[in-house]
Nanobody, 124 residues
Framework: VQLQASGGGLVQAGGSLTLSCTAS????????MSWFRQSPGKEREFVTA???????YYADSVKGRFTITRDNAKNTVYLQMNNLKPEDTAVYYC???????????????????WGQGTLVTVSS
């Protein structure tokens, strides 16, 4: 499956953005889908995931501010980001992998399908 992330941009602190991740090649309905992010000089980190059955998981740093959803008919996953902070500035990547298990959702090394990333910049 090929992933294409979009929707990044420049926003002021407190603002909102919605990222999209559109898949091609295969339907995403049977996949767990996730978002990671990477800031300059830092490791890529888990942000959120949504399972096939639409259970959701969030990093503590974004809980209550970010919402992940999926539209299998459009083969797309969304990340709604509210109350953005300067520390949310990063390149955001969507990711998935066949055979991913729930206990591995937060582990970037378990993923072998990555989108190209979309840059989110939050100004103070």
């Amino acid at each position: 499956v090929q992933l294409q992330a979009s929707g990044g941009g420049l926003v002021q602190a407190g603002g909102s953005l919605t990222l999209s991740c559109t898949a091609s090649g295969r339907t995403i309905s049977s996949y767990h889908m996730s978002w990671f992010r990477q800031s300059p000089g830092k490791e890529r980190e888990f942000v959120t995931a949504i399972t096939r059955s639409r259970n959701t998981y969030y990093a503590d740093s974004v809980k209550g501010r970010f919402t992940i959803t999926r539209d299998n008919a459009k083969n797309t996953v969304y990340l709604q980001m509210n109350n953005l902070k300067p520390e949310d500035t990063a390149v955001y990547y969507c990711a998935t992998s066949a055979g991913l298990i729930l206990s591995s959702l937060r582990l970037k090394d378990q993923y072998n399908n990555w989108g190209q990333g979309t840059l989110v910049t939050v100004s103070s």
